[in-house]
């Protein structure tokens, strides 16, 4: 089994955010732009949050949507049998590593050990 800086350095780049990005979001510090809407604090492939849409120039306020490294919150609860019991582990594991974990993965117990490591 790898160790945990293999596993890191072997992820790495899923987690790289090209410093060139940082002005091209305008990415600043506070909570709020002068149009009412939130600022970006940060910029990450893990999560994001949309709590509105613009629609010809004007803002609608939507239901807040919760999305982890491309998937919608909703779906990765939805996706659970009732009956399994990995849930917390793939999605820390798809939060760590960037992918959900495969079958195979689950079944070496790889997903089990993920508490061990944080």
């Known amino acids: 089994m790898k160790t945990l800086k293999e596993i890191y350095q072997a992820n ?3 987690n790289y955010i090209d410093s060139s990005l940082y002005s ?3 990415v ?10 939130g600022v970006k604090v940060g910029l990450t492939k893990i999560c994001d949050v949309i709590g509105y849409k613009f629609v010809h120039e004007k803002k609608y306020n939507i ?3 919760l999305i982890y490294r491309g998937y919608p919150i909703n779906y990765l609860v939805d996706k659970q049998p009732k ?12 939060l760590i590593f960037g ?3 495969t079958e195979e993965q689950l079944q070496e117990g790889l ?3 993920l508490v061990t490591l944080l």
């Not at 600043?28 to 809407?37: F, P």
Request: no cysteine.
């Open 111 to 113: 997903t089990s050990n």
């Open 12 to 14: 790495e780049e899923l």
């Open 63 to 65: 239901d807040g949507q």
């Open 99 to 101: 992918t959900l974990p």
């Open 83 to 94: 009956d399994r019991i990995f849930g917390f582990e793939e999605v820390a594991f798809l």
């Open 28 to 37: 600043k510090a506070g909570l709020r732009n002068d149009n009412g809407t």
């Open 24 to 26: 091209r979001y305008r």
